[in-house]
């Protein structure tokens, strides 16, 4: 069986994956300090960013997935990664802590006016590998969009709209563009936390929400543990 990768960002999304499926961490693993934390079982490695002790935070962005999917594919040898976390989305389009496969990714604070090409180029998508999951495990599917920034511009919800996306995160689009380009697979499953059309912040309750998404965010990702063993 190949190797298969997983990039869960937050420790507070892994944790449920992490001690149902029983993985052990790998103390020894050269980015673990201060990056990331990897977690092994029986050829499936998960990465996930190191907390900062002095202020709670953790590796969260662009550049880090970059550099997670990265190492899943040149120092672990993963063929298939996956991205799996939470995610915002917007009222009409979806409830809290529901689950969906990704079928493209863009990136909407990539903005290139030089001309006509660069602002194609600053648009382009990229597909993922997620259609036999998709069939199998019965999960809608839903286009995603990338920034650097938790807080988005009114250009920035443009650009969502007109690219058909439906969720908004700040991993998958660099994730799955260094993951092609290094010929890999790669599959995302998104979790619901809040929307981004709400008009107001509740950080309590987008606490509450984010136990609830990451609860189902575990489900979903032993399902796909599973049908990757058995396909």
């Keep these: 069986?190949?190797?298969?990768?997983?990039?869960?960002?937050?420790?507070?999304?892994?944790?449920?994956?992490?001690?149902?499926?029983?993985?052990?961490?790998?103390?020894?693993?050269?980015?673990?300090?201060?990056?990331?934390?990897?977690?092994?079982?029986?050829?499936?490695?998960?990465?996930?960013?190191?907390?900062?002790?002095?202020?709670?935070t953790c590796n969260v962005g662009l550049n880090f997935s970059s550099l997670a999917a990265s190492i899943l594919i040149n120092d672990l040898k993963c063929e298939t990664v996956l991205n799996a976390g939470t995610c915002g989305s917007f009222k009409a389009s979806a409830k809290i802590a529901q689950p969906f496969f990704i079928s493209e990714v863009y990136q909407h604070d990539m903005n290139i006016p030089i001309s006509a090409e660069w602002l194609e180029y600053s648009d382009q998508k990229t597909e993922l590998d997620s259609l036999y999951f998709m069939e199998n495990m019965k999960i809608k599917t839903a286009v995603c969009s990338s920034s650097n920034s938790l807080t988005h511009t009114k250009n920035d919800l443009l650009k969502i709209s007109k690219n058909g996306a439906t969720i908004k995160e700040m991993e998958l689009s660099s994730f799955a563009k260094v993951s092609k380009l290094f010929g890999a697979k790669v599959i995302s499953i998104k979790v619901v936390t809040d929307f981004i059309d709400d008009g107001e912040d509740n950080v309590q309750q987008f606490l509450i929400n984010l136990d609830k998404a990451q609860n189902v965010l575990s489900i979903k990702v032993l399902e796909f543990i599973y049908l990757f063993k058995t396909a």
């Design 1 to 56: 069986m190949e190797n298969l990768g997983i990039y869960i960002v937050m420790p507070q999304e892994a944790k449920n994956t992490i001690q149902n499926f029983g993985f052990v961490e790998n103390i020894s693993f050269k980015y673990s300090n201060p990056i990331f934390s990897l977690y092994e079982k029986n050829g499936i490695y998960l990465l996930t960013s190191k907390m900062h002790i002095n202020d709670n």
